[in-house]
Every structure is written in C-alpha cells, then in structure tokens.
C-alpha cells in the first residue's frame, strides 16, 4: 500500500505532467492550426481537380473548352496540390505536435516557422498555377518548374529543423518509437528531393536515367516520407486511445530500420523491361518484395497493442481512422510486391494499376491516418470539442467509400488494359475504351471524397473559430459515454 508521501508525489508529478503537456500545446499551437488548415485547403482544391481530370478520362468533352483544364495539365496539378499543398503540410502538423508532446518541449522560433510556411504555400501556388499554364516540367511528383525547388527545399530545411530542435530539447533520454519515424523522415525527404532535383536539373543525363530517377524519387516519397510520418503517427495514437504501451518496442525498430534500409530501392522496378542495366529494377523490386517483413511486423505490433479493445473503433473516431490507414499500408506493401512480380508486372506496367497503388499509399494509408490525427490533435489545442459525431460518421464513410471505389476502379481499369494491349493485333485505342468503364466508377468515388472533404474543412473551420462543443466529454461517434469511460477511452 503506498504511503502518503508516495501519493502526493505521484500527484505533483501528474501534475507537472499536464502543465507541460498545456505548455508544449500552446507553444504549437498557431503553426499547427496554421499546417492543417492550409493542408486542407489545398486537400479540398486538389480532390475537385481530381475529380475534372478523372471525368476527363472517359468523357474528353467535360469542360474541353479551356486548354488549361485538358487532361496533361490539370492531373498533374492536382497530383503536386495534394502531395506538396496537403501530405507535407499535414504530415508537418502532426509531427510537430507529437514531437512536443513526447518530449515536452516548447517550440521556438514560431515566426520563423510560419513564415517559411507562407513561402511553401505561395511556392506550391505559383508550381500548381504553372503547371495549369502549360509550364510544367512533365516529371511525375516533381511538375513544377525547375526554379521552383530550391525554394521548396529551402522552406523545408527551415519547417523541419524545428522538429530537430525540440527532439533536441527532450526532457527524457528515452526515445519513442513515434521519434524515430519523424525524425527520420524529415531528413529523408531532402536528400531525395535535392538528389532527384539536381539530377534532373542541374545534372540532366539521358532520357532513360531521368525517367528512372523520377521513378526512384516517387517510390522514396512514398516509402520514406509519407509510410513513415503515418507510421509514427499510428505509434503515437492507437496505443493512447486504448490506453496500453505499444505490445514490442524491440518489434517495433526491426520494423523501422527494415523500412529505413529498403525503402530507399524502391520505385524502379515499375520500369522493369526497358532500356536500363536488368538488374537495377531488379533490385528495385526485391527490396519491394522484402518490405512485407517490416510490413508485417508493424500489423502484428498495431494489432496485439488493440487487442482486446477493437470494439473502441465503433465509438472513437480516432481509432476508427487510424486502424483504416493501418489495413491501408499492408495492403500498400502486399500490393506493391505484386506487381513487382514479372508475371504480374507485365500485364499491370504502365496501366492505371501503378496509379492505384500510389492512391493507397497518398490517401487510404497517409490522409485517412492523418485524418485520425487531427481528429485527436484540433480538441486540444482549441479547447473544446468536436461539433457533431454525424458528421465524422459522414466524414469517415464518404472517405471510406471514395477511396475504395477509386482503388478498385484504377486496379480494375489497369488489368483490363493490360490484358488488352497483350494482345497482338489489338490497337491502343481498343485498351483505352475497354478501360472507360471501370473510369466511371472511380469519378464516381471522386464525388464522395470531395464531399467528405468539404464537409471535413467546414467542420474544421467551427472547431479552428472556437464554436464547437463545450463539454468534457470527446465527440464520439455513437454516444455511449459511460461505457466508454469504464474502458479509459481517450478519442
């Protein structure tokens, strides 16, 4: 029994806890805010340039008046608005607050971070803007104009050096799990972006090694910036909302470090056949293959620290997000070393299937998992809570069901085509049309994330005014408190 000199120090150290945690909450607070709300801006902008160009796919005539809406300017617009308008600005966000929270730190040099914020979103308008002119540079994930990228970089290095410094000024010489895959990912983004940039631009060699460049740059973003800023988002949130440690932190680095020593091979082998040395998207593709080690690693870790308490995903709006990003990434990792099979590669290469995947990675895995983060980040920070669990019931089926049915249609309209350019007195016109079908189907999933994008940044907009709930108790999703307090739950 403890005594009770014992007990009133366990309070005072709850308490100083909590002071820390309202410390580093408000020291975050503004660059915060100021990340997701632009990112979702950027995300609403570039879910209805989405939409355009998919019914531009199966209906050329939609909108076909203005040559700023054709189909090669608007798809890349919308491509580089959600990756570098909402993934970075989202994934910033996060990690900013969770970095402060696990080391209990107050950030600095706030006017220095939000200025370096406004360039990014002045750079990303001025690349979108020039992308829609014609202007682009036609490199898939890098189509904004050359100058453009040392701006980018520039901007990065100063948003990413406050994660350094507050890791820096941790208060504990533990480190978490969540630390490691944020910090890791952003020193990983530079080298990549630098490295393709300068190969592309500075250093241009022949066509074929750029096109493998831009491939190797597309599958280090995935793998090395947005697989680990969701997994270690996932780390930070699921065991707080079933209120237990993670099941191994020794399970959970053999996982980070495999992804760290592969993730960075990937992305060539989508180029398997061409004119490069065989052996390069070779590689490329076994450490693809490789990846469902760290992959699997990661399912059984999430799902043993859940077990027990996965009837919490029907209340906790959190939970119920980050568990659909956490099936997102095995299926990102099982489907990815699919089609690095040659058996399968060859039938799916340059199809629509290559694009499903990258959409599994962006959104089902990265924004599903970052829409649990805010849902769990934004009450914290503004003081009160959620407006309504209608409309995160909204928000969650409407982007469940868009990014479904995108997923499905590209996989399906990719195998289709595929099937149909083996055949060899078949035309090219012929896999376009036996395509069109399954095209429909994924602008149709289109309108539902627009919708639940819509209805997500006007929720956010009440909850960034001040005009939510006033109440002690989280917005859940089906209302049943009591119960949920006798489990601890914390949505």
């Known amino acids: 029994m403890e005594t009770k000199e014992a007990i009133i120090a366990n309070l005072r150290e709850e308490h100083a806890e909590a002071l820390a945690r309202a410390e580093s909450d408000r020291s975050v607070r503004l660059p915060v805010l100021f990340f997701f709300t632009n990112g979702l801006l950027w995300l609403l902008g570039s879910s209805l340039l989405g939409f355009v160009a998919s019914m531009k796919l199966h209906n050329p005539d939609f909108l076909g008046d203005a040559a700023w809406l054709a189909y090669g300017r608007i798809h890349p617009a919308s491509t580089n608005a ?5 993934v970075f600005q989202a994934g910033l966000g996060a990690a900013l607050w969770i970095m402060a929270r696990l080391c209990r730190a107050r950030l600095s040099g706030i006017g220095v971070l939000l200025t370096a914020g406004h360039v990014w979103n002045i750079a990303v308008t001025i690349g979108v803007a020039a992308i829609l002119l014609g202007e682009g540079t036609s490199f898939p994930w890098l189509d904004f104009p050359a100058f453009l990228w040392p701006v980018l970089l520039l901007t990065y290095a100063v948003m990413a050096a406050h994660l350094l410094v507050l890791y820096r000024a941790r208060r504990s010489e533990e480190v978490f799990i969540s630390q490691y895959y944020l910090i890791a990912a952003a020193l990983w983004f530079p080298w990549a972006y630098l490295t393709a940039n300068l190969l592309l631009h500075v250093f241009p060699g022949a066509g074929v090694m750029s096109a493998a460049v831009n491939a190797w740059y597309v599958g280090t973003v995935l793998l090395l910036w947005a697989a680990p800023v969701g997994l270690g988002t996932a780390y930070y949130l699921i065991p707080k909302i079933v209120g237990k440690s993670i099941y191994s932190y020794q399970l959970a680095l ?4 495999m992804l760290a020593m592969l993730g960075g091979w990937t992305g060539v082998q989508s180029l398997k056949g061409g004119p490069l040395p065989a052996w390069i998207p070779a590689v490329s593709g076994t ?30 709006p959190t939970l119920r997000f980050a568990t659909f990003g ?14 690095s099979l040659f058996s399968l590669g060859r039938v799916t290469q340059f199809t629509y299937a290559e694009s499903a995947v990258h959409f599994i990675g962006l959104y089902s895995f990265f924004t599903m998992t970052l829409f649990g983060a805010i849902y769990f980040i934004v009450p914290r920070l503004v003081q009160c809570e959620w407006r309504s669990g209608g409309w995160i019931r909204f928000h969650f089926w409407f982007s469940a069901y868009g990014s479904t049915a995108v997923v499905a249609a590209l996989f399906l309209a990719g195998v289709s085509q595929g099937i149909d350019q083996a055949r060899p007195y078949e035309g090219f016109r012929g ?3 036996v395509s069109s079908a399954y095209l429909v189907g994924r602008s149709l999933g289109w309108v539902f994330i627009f919708l639940s994008n819509l209805m997500f940044f006007f929720h956010i907009l009440l909850m960034v005014f001040r005009l939510g709930r006033r109440s002690g108790q989280a917005t859940l999703l089906h209302e049943m408190e009591k119960e949920l307090s006798a489990h601890g739950v914390n949505a």
């Open 326 to 339: 956490a099936v997102a990434f095995n299926l990102l990792i099982v489907t990815g070393a699919l089609l």
């Open 431 to 433: 896999s376009v049309e």
């Open 82 to 86: 959600f990756l570098y308008g909402w």
């Open 254 to 257: 053999a996982g980070f470090w």
């Open 287 to 316: 450490a693809t293959i490789f990846l469902l080690i760290p992959m699997i690693a990661v399912a059984i870790n999430l799902h043993r620290t859940v077990k027990g308490n996965h009837h919490l995903v029907n209340y906790s």
